[in-house]
Nanobody, 115 residues
Framework: QVQLVESGGGLVQPGGSLRLSCATS????????MSWYRQAPRKQRELVAT???????NYADSVKGRFTISRDNAKTTLYLQMNSLKPEDTAVYYC?????????WGQGTQVTVSS
């Protein structure tokens, strides 16, 4: 059974940092195309960052230079380091794993950036 569980969200002031984790079971993140998405209230879900099986990362323009996607050596956890957070980063953040046309999703973790 595949499970993805996000954690690390919370309330942070503008300019602050958070690190999100996506703990997986049933998959090896190094063999999946892994992604972080976010969805703000009344907005569509948007792609934030991706990492392919070679470890190459890509980012949405809105987070480039502030967010970093990574995975651990055991290849079971995906991370999103978020620095210089802005109020517009407020959203529910989801991790996703894709392979052979099958996508798996976590339940999401809330990030709120507010003073």
């Amino acid at each position: 059974q595949v499970q993805l569980v996000e954690s690390g969200g919370g309330l942070v002031q503008p300019g602050g940092s958070l690190r999100l984790s996506c703990a997986t079971s049933g998959i090896a993140v190094s063999f999946y195309f892994m992604s972080w998405y976010r969805q703000a209230p009344r907005k569509q879900r948007e792609l934030v960052a991706t990492m392919d099986i070679d470890g190459d990362a890509n980012y949405a323009d809105s987070v480039k230079g502030r967010f970093t996607i990574s995975r651990d050596n055991a290849k079971t956890t995906l991370y999103l380091q978020m620095n210089s957070l802005k109020p517009e980063d407020t959203a529910v953040y989801y991790c996703s794993g894709l392979r052979a046309g099958r996508a798996f999703w976590g339940q999401g973790t809330q990030v709120t950036v507010s003073s």
